[in-house]
């Protein structure tokens, strides 16, 4: 039942009547009465039933203070239901509850009731939704577990603030030693043309001298001011065998100083507090300012348990006090403003916000490539507290980077002048709080040439080496790189113009490497039709944006190459904090035809078999597939020579084949116990099949054949290999397999050979 406000009042908005047939329709609802409306708000009351054991009935209340009857205030505004209402209880309810939100004791007591938005409650759920929360909140005021004994301590509340302080919490509670005491800092503030502060604390103590005062300084600006002011941080020591420790709930109601004062005893830290507080007021009056000082006060609590979301037992509670003179810190009635508390920008909130351990130390690693894709992982990254540590790249911005990178200009006339690519990425990093130790203008391919210089992509601490250029020559550079310590290989590129994701990060010890991995990953492409058109096909093809052959890249919208390079973070992210896979990985996503929708595809990749020539120098890699193929040829061919072909390519870097596949030896090929004949029955049109669906990234780069017994090549296969290598320009290897392991021989023709064989 709804009564009716006694005396003159307006007709509630027909949005407050749908709300209260709501409110009345609930179970925990006895009664409603309109109290007041008129055209700023409509005020409502409920009473409402708790559900005590029948032991607390007969009082009339439980043990901590909540009766079996609750009126509940609901104040609607007049933009209800845009406007969230205002729920109170009576001023006179227990506040030793958490989930209390700041007033004055004699003020009406208002309740948490969540965790967001309650206009957005009421807008997701409805009005009753708003009631059933209320409902649930007082039973378990009433049996004291609106938080769990055994859950972490619940903070006080400081939702709906306008001041905020905003401070390395870590560093904070770091200073609460156990011996107690105080400690002064700098805050550097803005204050708005409404009187709200912003607030920055510094991370550390300084002393106030006598001539202290000419730190208060303020630049009074049309629509704001800065400024900066003090600090004063108390914290509780020790009493008897333990630490004071603040074991009750008390909700934010600080509105004095001598409140304030009150509130530090309850803490432990009454006169570590006031005596800061009397200095303080000696070095404000000899400064006489000609406007407030603010001086931000943080006490630092020491609950029972960790507070919540911390991992520490330590809560931080910040007030303000405008000071125009010294008396305003030592006057007990001088009005305190209580001030909401913020993290600092710093790589802790950074990384709690993306759901890492903030305590678990960062790795590093070397980030090449400043591009489109290198700049917008590096910042996601670095919006998870795990920045690149080094970066190098030699390239300068053109006008049309700006179209992709995570960079932009800082002024209107700036795209046209060119500014280095790494130059912009370590700014913005450095915006972050996570400036890079290194970077280098300088051109990869000479840094890994050289034995000192490589350092700065691979030293004894880095967990990976990123490479984001998308080049094959920087691929193979890195990939044939000496690396030192655990340092593994990443790459993240794009290809098919902007509609494949390249993800591979190389095995331990670089097998499979990341050149290794490019070519298993071609092999993949060209099995799969229509992503090998988008690979391999004219889409694919640079475009030449300006006049020059420096002005190329490809085209694609921003949209686009974002997608795919932010999806490429997540397990980027995971494997720098030590998820790496046990051997090589190689990931493939593919971006579908909407635009919007992803298909990654994960291979793993086991080490490759590597074929030695001396020297430590490998002659060729091949993939354990390949190996296992041929073995399973020579089984079933048991006691002949059998063979085929090797399907790869040749690293003119590396100067080593890599074989991923195999061609079966044609019908017309010849086995016996001495003599394997390859024959060439429909060779030729296999081979073209292959260099066709690869777009040519994959050849037939030699051939392979068995013997039963250990040996190294025969005349006959040294006389083939030189026939055979006269027929392509690239060199040949003629892998032999012996129970005893492989053997090779490599044949290349020379141009004397050539034009000998042409004469």
Not at 5 to 13: F, H, K, S, V, Y
Not at 433 to 459: E, F, K, M, N
Not at 563 to 578: E, K, N, Q
Not at 692 to 702: E, F, P
Request: glycine share 8%; net charge negative.
């Amino acid at each position: 039942m709804i009564a009716e406000a006694a005396g003159d009042t307006q007709e509630p908005p027909t949005a407050v009547l749908r709300a209260l047939r709501q409110a009345a329709a609930h179970d925990a609802v006895e009664h409603v009465r309109l109290v007041s409306c008129d055209q700023s708000a409509t005020v409502v009351e409920l009473t409402m039933r708790t559900e005590l054991p029948a032991s607390w009935r007969a009082a009339g209340e439980s043990p901590s203070g909540v009766r079996a009857r609750e009126q509940v205030i609901v104040r609607f505004p007049s933009g209800f239901p845009l406007s969230g209402p205002l729920v109170e209880l009576r001023s006179d309810f227990n506040r030793s509850h958490p989930h209390i939100n700041p007033s004055r004791v004699d003020q009406p007591v208002r309740p948490c009731l969540v965790t967001g938005s309650v206009r957005e409650l009421v807008q997701a759920r409805g009005f009753i939704g708003l009631v059933e929360q209320i409902a649930s909140w007082l039973e378990k005021a009433s049996t004291l577990s609106l938080n769990d004994p055994g859950e972490d301590w619940e903070p006080v509340r400081r939702d709906s603030i306008d001041d905020i302080v905003a401070a390395d919490t870590s560093a904070l509670r770091a200073a609460a030693t156990p011996s107690g005491g105080a400690q002064y800092r700098l805050v550097t503030y803005m204050i708005s043309a409404g009187g709200n502060y912003r607030l920055v604390l510094s991370q550390t103590a300084m002393p106030l001298n006598r001539d202290a005062a000419r730190l208060f300084t303020r630049d009074e600006q049309e629509d704001f001011s800065v400024g900066t002011g003090l600090a004063i941080i108390a914290w509780a020591g020790r009493k008897g065998t333990g630490p004071v420790t603040a074991d009750h709930y008390m909700p934010e109601t600080v509105a004095t100083v001598g409140d304030l004062l009150d509130r530090a005893e309850i803490y432990g830290c009454r006169e570590e507090l006031k005596a800061k507080l009397s200095w303080a007021a000696t070095r404000i009056d000899a400064h006489t300012p000609a406007h407030p000082v603010p001086v931000v006060v943080v006490l630092l609590a020491r609950r029972p348990r960790n507070v919540m979301g911390t991992g520490s037992p330590i809560e931080v509670c910040p007030y303000l006090v405008e000071a125009r003179a010294g008396s305003d810190l030592t006057d007990l009635t001088k009005p305190v403003r209580v001030a909401a508390l913020r993290e600092e920008l710093a790589v802790p909130i950074l990384r709690r916000a993306a759901g890492l351990d903030p305590e678990t130390p960062k790795p590093i690693w070397t980030l090449v490539g400043c591009g489109s894709v290198g700049s917008k992982l590096a910042l996601h990254l670095a919006r998870a507290g795990m920045a690149p540590d080094a970066l190098v790249d030699q390239d300068w911005f053109e006008p049309h980077n700006y179209a992709r990178h995570a960079g932009l200009p800082h002024s209107a006339h700036e795209a046209l002048f060119f500014r280095p690519k790494v130059g912009e990425v370590a700014r913005q990093l450095a915006a972050l709080r996570q400036a890079p130790t290194a970077t280098s203008y300088s051109d990869v391919i000479a840094l890994a040439s050289h034995p000192t210089q490589r350092a700065i992509l691979s030293g004894e601490l880095t967990r990976a080496l990123v490479d984001t250029t998308g080049s094959p020559v920087v691929r193979e550079a890195l990939a044939n790189m000496p690396k030192t310590g655990q340092c593994r290989g990443i790459e993240a590129c794009l290809m098919g113009a902007g509609t494949l994701g390249y993800l591979s990060v190389e095995g331990p010890g670089g097998n499979p490497s990341a050149s290794d991995l490019v070519v298993e990953a071609y092999r993949a492409i060209a099995t799969d039709g229509e992503l090998a058109n988008r690979v391999f096909g004219s889409e694919a093809q640079a475009v030449t944006i300006g006049q020059g052959c420096s002005a190329v890249t490809f085209a694609m919208p921003d949209g686009r190459l974002s997608a795919l390079t932010a999806s490429m973070a997540t397990p980027i992210t995971g494997w720098l904090r030590g998820e790496m896979p046990t051997g090589g990985e190689l990931r493939l996503g593919r971006l579908g035809a909407d635009g919007i929708s992803q298909n990654w595809t994960t291979v793993p990749v086991e080490p490759w078999i590597v074929v030695d020539r001396g020297a430590e120098r490998p002659v060729a890699r091949l993939h354990p597939r390949v190996h296992a193929a041929i073995e399973a040829d020579v089984a079933k061919w048991k006691g002949m020579e059998t063979g085929g072909v090797l399907i790869g390519r040749y690293s003119e870097a590396g100067e080593l084949f890599q074989i991923v596949d195999l061609l079966p030896a044609p019908e017309d090929s010849k086995r016996a116990p001495e003599l394997f004949e390859l024959g060439t029955r429909g060779l030729k049109r296999a081979i073209r099949e292959v260099v066709d669906r690869s777009g040519g990234t994959l050849q037939a780069v030699g051939t392979w054949h068995s013997h039963l017994s250990p040996s190294g090549p025969s005349l006959t296969d040294v006389a083939s290999g030189a026939m055979l290598a006269m027929h392509q320009l690239a060199p040949l290897l003629m892998l032999i397999w012996t129970p005893a392991g492989y053997s090779h021989l490599v044949a290349e023709a020379t141009i004397a050979s050539r034009k000998e064989e042409g004469s």
